[in-house]
């Protein structure tokens, strides 16, 4: 039995050729994969970085409230309530709208009704872009300066 004059591809570069087919379409096949979950993936989701309360004899006291935006959603309004005394008549966070790892703080005074060692809750509402909402609940204690 002899050959004819009919030649193929060796094994080797058969092989070589088969791995790089198969890579290529790994990399294309990944790629569409994390982009659509990127854009799956998008979360609006905040948390209160910091917070506390400076009391003095007398009562009154001034609120120090930090917001860091760690979602991907910018955030519109932030309302903040305190249930259980210590409250005061506003509070204005800044800057606002807030992007993606931007902070906003406020600081609230109170003419009277805070005392030095309780603890008071606050609660925010963060409201963000898409019309979601969060609600953070923290307390602190309050302190004299």
């Not at 050729?17 to 993936?41: D, H, M, R, W, Y």
């Not at 991907?72 to 509070?91: E, F, H, K, N, R």
């Not at 709208?97 to 603890?119: E, I, K, M, S």
């Amino acid at each position: 039995m002899t050959r004819s004059g009919a030649r193929g591809l060796s094994p080797l570069v058969a092989v070589i050729l088969l791995i790089a087919i198969t890579v290529a379409a790994a990399v294309v096949v990944s790629g569409v994969f994390f982009n659509l979950a990127g854009i799956a993936g998008r979360r609006p989701t905040a948390v209160i970085d910091q917070v506390r309360v400076v009391a003095t004899p007398a009562g009154a006291g001034t609120w120090a409230i930090v917001v860091k935006n760690t979602g991907d959603v910018p955030i519109t309004t932030i309302a903040a309530t305190y249930p259980g005394g210590c409250a005061p008549a506003s509070t204005t966070f800044a800057p606002l709208p807030l992007n993606p790892g931007g902070t906003a703080a406020a600081t609230a005074n109170v003419a009277t009704g805070c005392t030095l060692g309780t603890t008071y809750r606050i609660v925010l509402t963060i409201t963000f872009q898409d019309g979601s909402q969060q609600v953070l609940a923290t307390q602190a204690t309050a302190v004299i300066a």
